[in-house]
């Protein structure tokens, strides 16, 4: 047997919730199981939860994600998930468009046999009253004449991560794209969501992508966003397929991302989600634990 000379990165990733009593828990959905794709295969994932649940399923949900699902019977002042996946991960070189592409121009049009299938992903699901939003995406725009797609998507993709501050926040959920643009300033979800809702209003496909970022130990990149779970965009050109795009960092292909999910909008996507049967005070908080070690590097605690 030949071993791979792919690249191998190792995700750990541990959540732990805690109660001030013992409680019982509702049903739970985990997504952290890296998606495979051409150039991203699991070798091996482990999920251990406790307490031990009563049962485990796994399922692929609309979009093709790998979702378990557990439930419980028993109580506890603790609920702890830990995944563990270890991938090959080999981005591919960008892919570029030639002028012979339909896409090469914007505006273009998708395959009427496409478009029924990408109209989810083209169609804003986030108001913009003022046209606030489309006015900031039509800035992409060459005012002389037919601008070139790569073009509207490479600059959108730098231009957020030079003109908006990143900050950490940690109330649930992904803040408005209106919100992000008025303020400068949010998480990589929110970055991401800004982007994919300009894009629709210029008519391309866009969804939003949750997964992890690699952030290299022996040079640095000026990555934010480690050491969580991290947001990126998959855009849908003709001829092209889905290419990511991560507002937050600059990246435009899938170096150093992970893939997990894939959706429409964020809730879609969040990686763990459940409840418990009790009072509010009874939860005491949370710890998240993200690390991802490429093969040679050392594990650090």
Request: with cysteine.
């Given at each position: 047997m030949i071993a791979s000379k792919m690249p191998l990165l190792t995700i750990h990733h541990k959540t732990e919730y805690r109660y001030s009593q013992p409680v019982a828990f509702g049903e739970h959905r985990i997504m952290l199981r890296p998606r495979d794709g051409h150039d991203l295969r699991v070798l091996k994932g482990q999920l251990?939860?406790?307490?031990?649940?009563?049962?485990?399923?796994?399922?692929?949900?609309?979009?093709?994600?790998?979702?378990?699902?557990?439930?419980?019977?028993?109580?506890?002042?603790?609920?702890?998930?830990?995944?563990?996946?270890?991938?090959?991960?080999?981005?591919?070189d960008e892919f570029a468009l030639t002028?012979?592409?339909?896409?090469?121009?914007?505006?273009?049009?998708?395959?009427?046999?496409?478009?029924?299938?990408?109209?989810?992903?083209?169609?804003?699901?986030?108001?913009?009253?003022?046209?606030?939003?489309?006015?900031?995406?039509?800035?992409?725009?060459?005012?002389?004449?037919?601008?070139p797609t790569f073009k509207i998507l490479s600059e959108m993709t730098h231009g957020i991560r030079a003109s908006f501050s990143y900050r950490k926040r940690h109330e649930r959920g992904t803040q408005h794209p209106l919100?992000?643009?008025?303020?400068?300033?949010?998480?990589?979800?929110?970055?991401?969501?800004?982007?994919?809702?300009a894009l629709r209003r210029l008519g391309i496909a866009a969804r939003f992508v949750s997964g992890y970022l690699f952030v290299h130990g022996d040079r640095a990149h000026g990555y934010?966003?480690?050491?969580?779970?991290?947001?990126?965009?998959?855009?849908?050109?003709?001829?092209?397929?889905?290419?990511?795009?991560?507002?937050?960092?600059?990246?435009?292909?899938?170096?150093?991302?992970?893939?997990?999910?894939?959706?429409?909008?964020?809730?879609?996507?969040?990686?763990?989600?459940?409840?418990?049967?009790?009072?509010?005070?009874?939860?005491?908080?949370?710890?998240v634990t993200i690390r991802v070690v490429s093969a040679g590097e050392p594990e650090r605690e």
């Open positions: 251990d939860i406790t307490p031990p649940p009563m049962a485990l399923r796994w399922i692929h949900d609309v979009f093709g994600n790998s979702v378990a699902i557990a439930t419980f019977d028993e109580r506890s002042t603790t609920l702890t998930f830990n995944s563990v996946a270890t991938v090959e991960h080999e981005p591919t002028p012979d592409d339909a896409a090469y121009f914007y505006p273009f049009r998708y395959d009427d046999e496409e478009f029924p299938d990408l109209v989810q992903f083209v169609r804003p699901q986030y108001g913009d009253p003022d046209g606030e939003l489309s006015a900031w995406a039509r800035n992409y725009l060459d005012p002389d004449g037919p601008t919100d992000t643009l008025q303020t400068g300033s949010g998480t990589c979800r929110d970055f991401a969501l800004l982007m994919i809702e934010v966003g480690g050491g969580s779970t991290h947001a990126w965009v998959q855009v849908y050109l003709p001829s092209a397929g889905w290419i990511e795009f991560d507002p937050t960092n600059g990246i435009i292909g899938s170096r150093d991302l992970v893939r997990v999910a894939v959706a429409r909008d964020p809730s879609q996507a969040i990686p763990l989600h459940g409840s418990y049967l009790g009072g509010a005070d009874e939860f005491i908080g949370m710890d």
